[in-house]
């Protein structure tokens, strides 16, 4: 696949930047919701409510341009959903035991794992996109664990690692699929496929119940529409036009969007290890962003 357009580029990544806002929020919704719901009735209930919020998206789309969703379209967006499904299972499934602060940094793994995944397959990626991504890990592991907690290697650990590499093949099979499938196709497909499966493991493994989904019915709200829906939406149209190594770096802010709704919604506040790795997050992004203006000053030279 060719680079997208520069301009086109940046804007993409300011739109993944707002799907890391939406998510970081989201996060508290999600540990709220884990005191009533077991991880598969969780997921299944949110993207329920997630479909509902896109159907009437996709059938204006289908009714404008007069492309009904075909076969090989759904096919895609089921392989999208089981990628889908099994990123959100083990990451909701350990999250709980981890902690927040050591979830958020071994989910956020998945940063590094999209571009050598990447190279693996062939794909480019600019020299300031990994030297962000260098500046990303310790900025992700000062932001998310404290101080005082040891990085060891409990089996909910391992559970959060292995989640991140399917986030990260769940990125790259976005990046592959919206080139020839729409955004609302390929998102509303996902996550029909991500529901079935959600909804039949809940009910063969959990033991769904009303009264439990109505206690997390705003946690599921939250998570379902702004999460599921308008989340995963902007992250398929910016993944369009944007790299896999630079998408996956303004969703890692994630994390920064973490630390402020835990201050906002929680109370919470940072010690000089917070602001330290805001700054070089902050400065992880100013450098990934650099080699996409450099080459946008490069050919505007040439003009």
């Not at 592991?141 to 399917?166: F, K, N």
Request: with cysteine; charged share 15%; hydrophobic share 55%.
């Amino acid at each position: 696949m060719n680079n997208p357009p520069v301009k086109n580029e940046l804007r993409c990544a300011a739109l993944l930047l707002m799907t890391a806002g939406i998510w970081g929020f989201a996060m508290a919704f999600q540990r709220e919701g884990s005191r009533y719901l077991q991880p598969f009735t969780f997921n299944a209930a949110r993207y329920t409510v997630g479909i509902f919020a896109l159907l009437p998206l996709l059938l204006r789309e289908i009714k404008t341009t007069g492309k009904p969703l075909n076969r090989k379209e759904a096919a895609k967006g089921a392989v999208q959903g089981i990628a889908l499904f099994l990123a959100s299972f083990l990451q909701q499934s350990a999250v709980g035991e981890a902690g927040a602060g050591k979830a958020g940094f071994l989910t956020a793994l998945y940063v590094v794992m999209v571009p050598v995944l990447g190279a693996l397959i062939g794909k480019r990626t600019q020299i300031t996109t990994w030297l962000a991504l260098l500046l990303a890990l310790p900025a992700l592991y000062l932001l998310c664990v404290p101080a005082d907690e040891r990085l060891s290697l409990a089996p909910s650990d391992s559970i959060l690692l292995l989640s991140s590499l399917v986030w990260a093949v769940q990125i790259l099979c976005m990046d592959h699929f919206v080139q020839t499938v729409t955004p609302l196709k390929l998102c509303t497909m996902q996550f029909v496929s991500a529901v079935m499966l959600n909804w039949i493991f809940a009910f063969i493994f959990e033991h769904p119940a009303w009264e439990d989904l109505r206690r997390a019915m705003i946690p599921i709200l939250y998570t379902g529409v702004m999460s599921t829906g308008v989340g995963y939406l902007f992250q398929a149209i910016g993944q369009k036009g944007c790299r896999p190594a630079l998408a996956a770096l303004m969703m890692s802010l994630e994390s920064v969007f973490c630390v402020i709704a835990g201050a906002i919604m929680l109370g919470e506040r940072m010690d000089s290890r917070g602001y330290i790795g805001c700054f070089l997050m902050l400065l992880a992004v100013l450098t990934a962003q650099a080699g996409g203006l450099l080459q946008l000053k490069r050919r505007t030279e040439r003009v």
